[in-house]
């Protein structure tokens, strides 16, 4: 795969709620992540930590007026002491199983990737949110996943938006209440 090239804002889209998203993301940069489970190579649950990984795992990629910025997670390294193994800590709680980027960025692709073609794809994450996924890996993780994301969607800017993608990003957390809720048609657009 080739790196992306890089890429402007869309002077047309809403920088207001593009750097909205960009400052919620932004607060995952540096998290570290990584729970402590069994070993991969013997089962044993006697482990010690073992640092953090040199190269952060990567959350998201912004599309900024400077070019790509990384929002990465620290994860953590643990060592078995029954049999020497080096091992990362469990990220399923912010990764699927072989994908790059963060389960809501992953569920933004498959979203858009419904209803898109891949490059097209590409160019809404970038110009909607300013979010860069090439169209290889919207297409690997659209052909990764057997089930399709429920099709929750809101109009931002003339093109619909992922309900879930920003709940996650704005929602308050309440499990008693709807995890988002719109209150003004404008609030952010």
């Not at 160019?123 to 429920?150: N, P």
């Not at 003339?158 to 309900?163: D, T």
Request: proline share 4%.
């Amino acid at each position: 795969m080739q790196d992306p090239s890089e890429k402007d804002l869309d002077p047309l889209a809403s920088l207001v709620f593009i750097r909205s998203v960009h400052n919620e993301l932004r607060e995952y940069d540096g998290m570290r992540v990584g729970q402590s489970r069994p070993c991969p190579g013997c089962d044993s649950t006697d482990l010690r930590k073992n640092g953090y990984q040199r190269a952060s795992k990567t959350f998201a990629r912004l599309v900024t007026e400077e070019g790509f910025e990384e929002v990465g997670l620290e994860v953590q390294q643990y060592e078995c002491r029954a049999c020497g193994r080096s091992f990362q800590g469990d990220l399923s709680e912010h990764f699927y199983e072989g994908c790059e980027y963060a389960k809501p960025i992953v569920d933004l692709c498959r979203l858009h990737a419904q209803t898109h073609s891949y490059n097209a794809c590409e160019r809404l994450l970038q110009r909607l949110y300013g979010i860069q996924v090439d169209r290889d890996t919207i297409k690997r993780y659209d052909e990764l996943f057997d089930d399709t994301v429920a099709r929750e969607t809101t109009v931002i800017g003339g093109a619909e938006a992922s309900l879930p993608f920003l709940a996650f990003l704005f929602g308050d957390g309440d499990a008693d209440g709807p995890p988002f809720v719109f209150t003004s048609h404008s609030a952010l657009w």
